[in-house]
C-alpha cells in the first residue's frame, strides 16, 4: 500500500494527476494527456487498416439497455446511476435546508434515464442490433469512451473514471476468437515496442458476492478471459492493462444479433486501460516523458 | 435427492427443454443450462439441502449433469456429517 500511495504522490508531485479530494477521481496534465493520444495513434497504427467503424458514446448510457445488460446481476457495487431533483418549489426549499444544516439532500434525488458507462462497448450491442442482421463478414467496431466503476481506491492504477479504448468484433465463432487471438499477439508486441515488460494470464472478472464465484471460475474454467499485466503499482501483483475477452454467443443472445444466416453472433472484445498504460510508461520510463528512452519516444511521437 | 434436484432444475434453470426428458448423464450445459441459471441452481441446492458450497466446488464440473449434481451435493452432505 505504501508503494501505491508513494506512487499517486509522486504523479501529484509531478503535475501529472491533479487532487480533487477523491480516491481514484483525478484531473490529467496536458503532459498525460498527451501520452495517451499518443499511445491511441499506435492503436490506430496497429489495428487502422482492421477497418474497424468509429463510434464514440458519452460515458452515459441508456438505463434501459443498461438494465437489459444484466450487469447489476453481476457488478452491483460497481455501477453508477445518475440522479437527479426532480421535485416542486417546495422540495426545492426543504432540499436547501437540508443542505444548509448537513442532512442528507440527496435522499429525495430520483433516477434519471441515464446511468454511467461501465464498459465502452456498452452502448454498442444495442445499436447494432436495432440495425438488423451483421453482414456476411460480420462487423468490426472502434469504441472509446470515459468509464465509471465505483472502487474507490489509492492505487493511482485503479480509478473511478477512466477511459477505456476497444476493439469489438462480431461473426462466427472462428472469427471472433482469431480476432482476440491476432490482438493478445498484437498486444504484446505493441507494449514490447514502448519497452513494456509484459504477461499475459487467463483472468475473471470481479463478480459480486459468492454466486460470483462461481461465475469467475466458469469463466477461467472457458478460458474467455485474458489479461495483458504490466507492473506499476506491484511487481508481485501486475496490473491489468488490456483484457481480452470471448462472450460466446451471450450478448448476441441478449441483444439479438444474428448473422447473415440467421444464426446468433458470438462476440469478442479487446479493450486498452489508457490510464493504466500511460501509468505503466511512467512508472517504467520515470515521470519526466523527455527522458524516456530514444526507442520509446519514436514510437509514440516519430 | 435426485427427484429434488430435478425439481430444482425445473425450477431455476430455464432451460428450453424439459427436465423429465433430460437422463441423469445428459449435458446440461448442451442442454441450454447457462452460468446465471447455474449460479441459480446452486443456491437453490444449498437452501434445499442445508449446505454451503465450498469454493472448489463452485465450478463447471459440479454442474454439468443431474449425476454430477448429485454427486457433489452427496460429497458435500459427507463432509459435513464427518465435521
Redesign the interface.
Known amino acids: 500500500m505504501d508503494m501505491q500511495v508513494s506512487f499517486l504522490d509522486r504523479l501529484f508531485d509531478a503535475g501529472l494527476l491533479i487532487e480533487t479530494g477523491v480516491d481514484g477521481l483525478y484531473g490529467r496534465s496536458g503532459q498525460f494527456e498527451d501520452v495517451i493520444a499518443a499511445f491511441e495513434r499506435l492503436i490506430d497504427r496497429v489495428g487502422g487498416a482492421d477497418g474497424a467503424e468509429a463510434m464514440r458514446f458519452p460515458p452515459g448510457m441508456n438505463r434501459e439497455f443498461f438494465e437489459t445488460s444484466g450487469y447489476m446481476k453481476s457488478f452491483p457495487q460497481l455501477a453508477g446511476t445518475v440522479h437527479s431533483f426532480c421535485g416542486s418549489e417546495l422540495d426545492h426549499m426543504s432540499l436547501l435546508k437540508c443542505m444548509e444544516v448537513g442532512d442528507d439532500w440527496t435522499k429525495g434525488q430520483e433516477a434519471t434515464d441515464i446511468v454511467l458507462t461501465p464498459a465502452a462497448c456498452y452502448p454498442l450491442y444495442p445499436t447494432v442490433a436495432r440495425r438488423g442482421k451483421l453482414p456476411k463478414s460480420g462487423g468490426l467496431y472502434d469504441l472509446q469512451s470515459y468509464c465509471f466503476r465505483h472502487e474507490p481506491s489509492k492505487d493511482p492504477a485503479r480509478q473511478q473514471l477512466f477511459r477505456m479504448r476497444e476493439y469489438v468484433c462480431m461473426g462466427t465463432e472462428q472469427h471472433v476468437t482469431d480476432f482476440r487471438q491476432r490482438w493478445m499477439d498484437r498486444g504484446v508486441e505493441m507494449m514490447k515496442s514502448v519497452g513494456l515488460d509484459v504477461a499475459i494470464d487467463i483472468a475473471n472478472d470481479p463478480f459480486f458476492g459468492r454466486a460470483g464465484k462461481m461465475l469467475a471460475n466458469n469463466q477461467r474454467d472457458q478460458n474467455l478471459k485474458f489479461e495483458l499485466l504490466i507492473p506499476i503499482t506491484s511487481t508481485a501483483k501486475p496490473t491489468a492493462c488490456m483484457s481480452f475477452n470471448y462472450h460466446q454467443d451471450a450478448f448476441g443472445t441478449k441483444w439479438g444479433l444474428y448473422l447473415e444466416d440467421g444464426s446468433t453472433a458470438h462476440t469478442a472484445c479487446v479493450g486498452f486501460g489508457l490510464e493504466r498504460i500511460a501509468l505503466a510508461l511512467f512508472h517504467t520510463h520515470g515521470l519526466d516523458v523527455k527522458a524516456w528512452p530514444e526507442s520509446v519516444r519514436a514510437v509514440l511521437w516519430g | 435427492m435426485n427427484e429434488t434436484i430435478r425439481e430444482l432444475l425445473a425450477k431455476l434453470g430455464n432451460l428450453p427443454v424439459a427436465v423429465t426428458e433430460l437422463e441423469d448423464g445428459a449435458d446440461l450445459y448442451a442442454a441450454g443450462l447457462?452460468?446465471?441459471a447455474?449460479?441459480q441452481l446452486?443456491?437453490g441446492l444449498e437452501e434445499a439441502f442445508d449446505i454451503e458450497?465450498p469454493?472448489n466446488l463452485?465450478?463447471?464440473?459440479s454442474f454439468a449433469s443431474i449425476s454430477a449434481i448429485e454427486q457433489t451435493v452427496s460429497h458435500i452432505l459427507k463432509a459435513k456429517e464427518a465435521a
Open positions: 447457462s452460468s446465471f447455474s449460479v446452486m443456491l458450497f469454493d463452485l465450478n463447471r464440473k
